[in-house]
């Protein structure tokens, strides 16, 4: 995959946003009282509330790290398109593996606010994704040679 001005920007502008929104979920919305209530609104014991609170911080560090690399498009490296595809498709996951009630508990502690970070970050992900399969795949259309052309 060639990275084209206009990929590279909106991959660039897209990581950007998902690291703030990221860091944002991970650290300001999300803390161990929240935890809490979203397992009291599953009915589940909160026993493992810290735990939980560590393995969903760990998973949101990561994302923050692989949003990262999303920064690194504008030097053209082409080995960069699998791993940021990758990131971007895991991420989009997030809205469905992340447990409805902590969306919930999320919204009943900072209101609507508490799950845009999360929406915007997960929603733009798919878009991302989208985009990016999209210009790979014309990318691929495009050439006789094999190798990608500039779109």
Known sequence: ?????????????????????????NYVIIDLDLIEASMRLKG?????????????????NVFIAGNALGLLVWFRRRWLFWPVLAVNVAQAFGV???????????IAEHGWPGVLPSLITDGGAVILSIVLIVAYVRSRRLTRTGDPVRL
Do not use: N
């Not at 995959?1 to 979920?25: D, E, N, P």
């Not at 909160?46 to 949101?60: C, D, E, I, Q, S």
């Not at 469905?96 to 999320?106: C, G, L, S, T």
């Open 1 to 25: 995959m060639l990275w084209t001005a206009k990929i590279r920007l909106v991959t660039m502008l897209c990581s950007i946003v998902f690291i703030v929104g990221t860091t944002l979920q």
């Open 44 to 60: 589940v014991d909160t026993a493992g509330a810290p735990a939980y609170l560590g393995a969903l911080r760990l998973v949101g």
């Open 96 to 106: 469905y593996v992340v447990p409805f009630e902590v969306h919930r508990a999320a």
